[in-house]
């Protein structure tokens, strides 16, 4: 457990993805472990959001009773729902993000961009947990259902953001690798290393069109990738509903099919400052 | 009188509070400071009614617990984006700079305190006697981020990321700070309602009830 979470820290410190550990254009880090570890924060997280509808249960609003029950079933549900959320969404993404990324000539393999996916969840993962105690105190603290739903999307974009943005940060990282090592290869096996860099030097330029074409294409499929991403997370998220529980709706497992997460946010934040 | 001086370190920024010197000796100085002025200003605040010495004891209490409680929830969410910035290193730095600046802003409250009791004596009511603390803390929250820019400056010269790693602090401790002032209610103490340590109706959210008094000043 502990090794995991070492592991997970030398994602979140960059030790994972600095050059010299990107040297062979791949990416190796061990992610086993890794998985474990953001399932246990994405339940931790899970848990914060759910404790919202247990707290209104122990302490109800005057002329509201909640079972208590329901209250823990609801935490249960959000604690299980939250490492749903992120595997499903990937589940959805993966595929044409395979197929595109072979598609476009990328030199970066099918393993290496799973593993750089997990190492992007669990970065998600860590901040969003890390922001669980604030979610927690508001929780505690307020009685208002829309602000609590608000905040969560908040937090979720925040770590979002972050997220995606170590994915492609550790992607530019990528091409500038392979930018330096792909090219000379069939050099440098027959000649000197000093004639193989010189080589390198006279040719790059004329091959780094050509290579960083194909650079640009892979980087503007993860480009576009993050806000599928983005998207069909948040929509995911309001399939998977209720994460927080309505005060005024009985529990259940799964709501009814109506709407979009967008609209819901956008009539969230009139219910905040109308009624 | 040593105490005293070290209070006067922390005001011009010793660079010893952020790098050096042994944490324990640190802890102890920037803690006994943030509960000695904290609960100074705190006492000060509540004595709006006189001498209401439970209102007084719990605005004592509050402003410590106050600064300290948004301070720990803060953290968890500072320490992962640090570490995201590659800012981990210096991650014992960051935190005696920004607890440090805690300290200093309860400095800088106390220093207020006679202005706060000059505006008690002078000016009945309690709304003015709310609004002229909120100025007070609004001011003191000015200079100390003035602190701040102080203590980080090394870090900033160290690593340009340190810079935004400033701002989120500031960001996600107002966030929560505003919250918990409006949860610790109340600080003056209403002089007609008996005195608890929290109000006794729903706690609500400031920012909720914040905006919809500005929308209802708007005509909404």
């Not at chain 2, 004592?60 to 320490?79: M, R």
């Not at chain 2, 000015?142 to 960001?171: E, K």
């Amino acid at each position: 457990m502990w090794k995991w979470i070492k592991q997970l820290d030398g994602i979140l410190r960059g030790d994972a993805t600095r050059l010299p550990a990107l040297r062979e254009g791949r990416i190796d880090m061990p992610v086993g472990g890794v998985v474990i570890v953001a399932i246990g924060l994405a339940v931790i997280y899970g848990l914060c959001m759910g404790g919202f509808a247990v707290i209104r249960a122990a302490w109800p609003e005057p002329g509201v009773t909640v079972e208590m029950a329901d209250a823990y079933k609801q935490m249960l549900a959000s604690a299980v729902k939250l490492p749903l959320l992120f595997c499903l969404t990937l589940l959805v993404t993966f595929p044409s993000l395979y197929v595109f990324n072979a598609l476009v000539g990328s030199r970066l393999s099918t393993l290496s961009v799973a593993r750089l996916l997990v190492a992007m969840i669990a970065v998600m993962m860590a901040v969003l947990a890390s922001l669980g105690p604030i979610v927690v105190f508001f929780s505690v603290s307020t009685t208002s259902y829309p602000f609590m739903k608000l905040l969560n999307v908040a937090m979720a974009t925040i770590a979002g953001i972050l997220g995606l943005a170590f994915l492609l940060r550790t992607l530019s990282r990528l091409a500038m690798v392979q930018d330096a090592i792909d090219f000379p290869p069939s050099e440098s096996v027959t000649e000197g290393e000093d004639k193989a860099k010189a080589d390198e030097q006279k040719t790059s330029s004329a091959l780094d069109q050509i290579d960083s074409n194909t650079n640009q294409n892979a980087s503007a499929v993860f480009k576009i990738w993050v806000l599928v991403f983005a998207l069909v997370g948040a929509q995911m998220s309001w399939v998977l509903r209720p994460f927080i529980g309505s005060p005024d709706l009985p529990f259940e497992w799964f709501r009814s099919r109506e709407k979009n997460f967008f609209i819901d946010v956008i009539r969230s934040i009139g219910e905040l400052f109308g009624a | 009188m040593k105490g005293l001086l070290l209070v006067d370190d922390v005001l011009r920024a010793r660079p010893w509070l952020v790098r050096g010197g042994d944490h324990v000796r640190w802890l102890l100085i920037v803690v006994t400071i943030m509960l000695v002025f904290g609960a100074l200003y705190g006492a000060v605040m509540g004595s709006y009614s006189g001498a209401r010495y439970q209102q007084i004891l719990y605005s004592a209490l509050k402003v410590p617990l106050l600064l300290a409680a948004t301070f720990a929830l803060s953290l968890p969410s500072f320490f992962v984006l640090n570490t995201l910035f590659g800012l981990r290193d210096d991650f014992a730095a960051s935190i005696r700079a920004l607890a440090t600046t805690q300290a200093g802003l309860t400095v800088v409250l106390v220093s207020f305190a006679p202005f706060t009791a000059l505006w008690y004596v002078s000016f009945g009511g309690y709304d003015s006697a709310k609004m002229f603390n909120l100025l007070m803390f609004g001011i003191a929250s000015i200079a100390a981020q003035g602190l701040l820019r102080r203590f980080y400056r090394p870090l900033i010269q160290s690593n340009p990321h340190h810079r935004i790693m400033m701002w989120i602090w500031l960001v996600i401790y107002a966030f929560v700070g505003i919250q918990m002032a409006w949860i610790l209610r109340p600080f003056i103490g209403q002089p007609d309602v008996p005195t608890t340590f929290f109000r006794t109706e729903a706690w609500g959210n400031a920012y909720v009830e914040v905006a919809r008094t500005l929308l209802r000043l708007l005509g909404w």
